[in-house]
């Protein structure tokens, strides 16, 4: 067949007649011969100390195979937080050229940080579908600003328009394990199955990761696939049925120190760490396990067990996964690559926690409360996080955890496999990398030269190096060779074997003279920060960071705390902004010019927390046009929020209904004095604040509730407090239903109205009324 390639000319012949013509087919994009798959599997808030082949006693024995199978990296990092990083492992660009400073819900209008990668920043999806691969994404994407994640768009930075092909999984940052807020392509869907009928979210994952592979190769065996699998675990909620939890009974009676010493001395025996290492030090911010009541320590050995059955569970999937390769025979041609996205998380706090939304709100957990949900820890009602100390022992034999730029915060486990590809078995490599350095490893690999253009947009340079002359070379010289960090103020800088670093708000919360996270840096505490606060290690003689040379090394310190700044300058680094959950409240472009009166519609896609109307600390009032049938009607009226925090209105037992779910701490429910009437009505209710919020101990505004029936109040009741910053990642406005975990324990999601429902108003201007009924005429004669 007579084929011309893309750009080239016409290269048949073209008659007055068919028959004394030649004909020409455009050629197809076709991948190299031989050209393997690509699989990153993405694992979230997984330490350097929690995979089996990295030292744990955690069972992991479908990833330890893969490390057996390939090479094992004990000098790879990330940013310190999640969509940082999966930004450069997508990339190869560094987290603030990709606009990434933070998670897109802190986004600040600054080149470095506004949350909206630039399109000049290929991902590895958009260059591999030009060479003739299939894309896909699957679960926690997480790079999409929050205020376009709506179905108003745009979608540009959507999977879809990424390069993926097809998606299916989650945008936000976390999501309900039992009940996660789906998206498949660019059209929210609903999960298939309850838990009650066995749902979990990886379980799903896998089913749909097997047969978009399926789909393809049953049509075109020879079409390479480039995957990108990122499960919710680890991270926060840490959900999983019982008896995995229940397979470690026990093991984690002996605390988290227990479990550090003897995890720092497989990695010692695995040769993954080095024998000189020292283990850091107990963190002062943990507790000292054998001070701990005996309900504490039983409390915190079964949020282990939890977790520990989470990521066994997690394993066991991804290895049907591979199995399903194997069964393919694609297996022995995937490059794979297991990362994690940064260390172990310490939003749980240091008891641990029922709830993570807590965390973002600055809410304290509650040990009282955490002990009553012992038995049914990782179970649908809850959204829980371990407590810190074991975020310490997940991280050995580093210091600190997620959000910081120590080690623990920025060093993750890496393994590459690739059977045809990679000669290496079960070694362990020591060179120093990034995830800038995952994109420029698989195009290297292949044979791929970065484009100059992407859909006729101007390419950036990859910032990434290759670890391609690693894989069969234990010694091959290392080119990753300068690397900055800064996350949330806390800063740090890689050159040539060492690393400084200029921690924030301290060393750990207990010496940050009274700083705590999220506590602001001003321009003159940079300057001593800059001035004082700066360590410095010998990363080849010192792996953990445990000896401080800034006082004998000050002139390196010095030139290093210069390149720094030098990196910063190239990366968009500036400004630095250490603010914590107060960025969440940064007011962000909208698609929408502002507005203070919204409408929403029945049977239409979840309104994220980002793209609608901020409720909380402020009045608003909510209307929804119902028509209740003969015999009366109950459901969700209107929704926003989850079992995570949030509020309700609904029709209960014939009674107008507010439920407020203050954190899964407190919930509060206020009915109607009367039944609801049949037929076509207006349901409302007013949220009018009574108090000042009190932000940094976790509370909203207090305020009254009251509810109306056509302008008419039939009822009211008071709210001693709210959530004051966010109702919870995954929160969004239904109309009709409460899609997803319920807000309230006193009724079964999706819990939709019976009745007939024409749309919702929600007013944020403020404004009192005067006259209720001549509103609701008003509101009637506008449908």
């Known amino acids: 067949m007579n084929e011309y390639k893309s750009g080239q000319a ?7 007649t068919f028959d004394v013509s030649k004909p020409a087919w455009p050629a197809p994009k076709r991948a190299k011969e031989g050209a393997p798959n690509v699989l990153f599997i993405i694992l979230d808030d997984v330490g350097f100390g929690q995979l089996g082949c990295f030292g744990s006693p955690i069972r992991t024995p479908h990833m330890d195979a893969l490390a057996a199978d390939g090479v094992r990296y004990n000098n790879m990092h990330t940013t310190a937080l999640c969509s940082p990083s999966r930004a450069c492992f997508l990339t190869g660009r560094n987290h603030h050229s990709n606009a990434l400073a933070c998670i897109t819900e802190g986004s600040t209008g600054y080149p470095g940080s506004n949350g909206s990668m630039p399109l000049e920043n290929g991902m ?9 691969y299939n894309t896909y994404a699957i679960g926690k994407w ?8 709506s179905a108003a768009g745009p979608y540009d930075r959507w999977p879809l328009g990424r390069g993926f092909e097809r998606f299916y999984g989650f945008l936000g940052g976390d999501t309900h ?12 869907v609903e999960p298939e199955k309850t838990p009650e009928e066995g749902y979990h979210l990886t379980v799903d994952l896998v089913e749909k990761a097997k047969a978009m592979i399926a789909d393809a190769k049953q049509v075109a065996p020879n079409k390479p696939f480039f995957m990108y699998f990122c499960p919710g675990a680890m991270h926060a909620p840490h959900h999983v049925p019982q008896e995995w939890a229940d397979k470690y009974k026990g093991k ?20 993954l760490v080095p024998d000189n290492t020292q283990l850091s030090r107990h963190d002062p911010d943990v507790q000292d396990w054998n001070e701990l009541s005996a309900d504490e320590r039983r409390l915190y050995a079964r949020m282990m067990e ?17 199995a399903f390769l194997k069964d393919l025979g694609e297996y022995e041609n995937t490059m794979i690559m297991v990362v994690s996205d940064n260390g172990a998380s310490s939003e749980g706090g240091p008891h641990g926690s029922v709830n993570e939304n807590k ?22 009602e809850w959204f829980n996080h371990y407590p810190w100390g074991w975020t310490h022992a997940g991280n050995t034999p580093f210091r600190r955890w997620k959000r910081e730029t120590y080690r623990g915060g920025v060093s993750d486990p890496l393994i590459v496999s690739w059977p045809k590809g990679i000669k290496s078995r079960g070694e362990v490599r020591t060179q120093y990398c990034h995830g800038i350095d995952m994109v420029p490893t698989v195009l290297d690999a292949i044979g791929i030269e970065p484009p100059t253009h992407i859909r006729g947009i101007s390419q950036s340079p990859i910032e990434g190096f290759s ?27 890689y050159h040539d074997g060492w690393r400084a670093v200029c921690p924030w708000p301290g060393t750990s919360f207990a010496e940050a003279e009274g700083r705590v996270f999220g506590t602001p840096i001003t321009f003159d505490q940079l300057t001593e920060l800059d001035a004082y606060g700066w360590e410095l290690y010998n990363i080849r003689e010192d792996f953990a960071e445990t000896n401080n040379l800034a006082d004998k090394e000050r002139e390196r310190l010095i030139a290093m705390i210069g390149m720094w700044y030098v990196e910063a300058g190239k990366y968009n680094v500036l400004p630095i902004d250490s603010r914590g959950t107060m960025r969440f409240l940064e007011e962000r472009p909208q698609i929408a010019p502002p507005r203070t009166h919204y409408v929403y519609y029945p049977g239409t896609q979840m309104v994220p927390t980002n793209a609608a109307p901020r409720v909380t600390n402020v009045p608003h009032r909510v209307a929804v046009h119902v028509s209740v049938p003969d015999g009366g009607a109950s459901g969700a009226l209107f929704t926003m929020g989850g079992n995570d925090g949030g509020f309700v209105f609904y029709v209960q037992n014939g009674r107008l209904t507010y439920g407020y779910n203050y954190v899964s701490d407190q919930r509060f429910k206020i009915q109607s004095d009367e039944t609801i009437p049949a037929g076509e009505h207006v349901f409302g209710f007013e949220f009018t604040p009574t108090g000042a919020p009190d932000f940094a101990n976790g509370k909203g505004v207090p305020a009254t509730i009251t509810l109306f029936v056509d302008g008419k109040s039939v009822g009211s009741g008071d709210l001693p407090v709210t959530i004051p910053l966010s109702l919870g990642l995954g929160a969004g406005i239904c109309v009709g239903s409460d899609s997803g975990s319920p807000v309230m324990t006193d009724y079964d999601p999706p819990f939709a109205f019976t009745g007939t429902i024409k749309k919702a108003l929600v007013d944020v201007s403020g404004e009192p009324i005067e006259d209720r009924e001549a509103q609701v005429r008003m509101y009637l004669a506008r449908q």
């Open 306 to 322: 939890v977790f520990a059955g989470f990521l066994e569970h997690t394993d066991h999937y991804i290895g049907e996964l591979i």
């Open 467 to 493: 670890l391609a002359s690693s894989f069969d070379r234990e010694d091959a010289e290392a080119l990753h060779v300068t690397q900055y960090f800064e996350m949330f103020g806390h800063r740090s800088l």
């Open 359 to 380: 965390f973002f709100n600055n809410v304290p957990d509650s040990l009282e409360q955490n002990l009553a949900a012992i038995d049914t820890l990782g179970g649908p």
């Open 124 to 132: 590895l999806s958009e260059i591999l579908l030009q060479h003739g």
């Open 10 to 16: 016409f290269s048949g012949v073209i008659g007055r």
């Open 177 to 188: 394990q039992y009940y996660p807020e789906l998206v498949r392509d660019n059209t929210q």
């Open 252 to 271: 984690f009676d002996g605390g988290w120190d227990v479990y550090r010493e003897e995890t720092f001395e497989r990695q010692k025996a695995m040769g």
């Open 142 to 149: 997480h790079l999409t600003p929050t205020e376009a994640s």
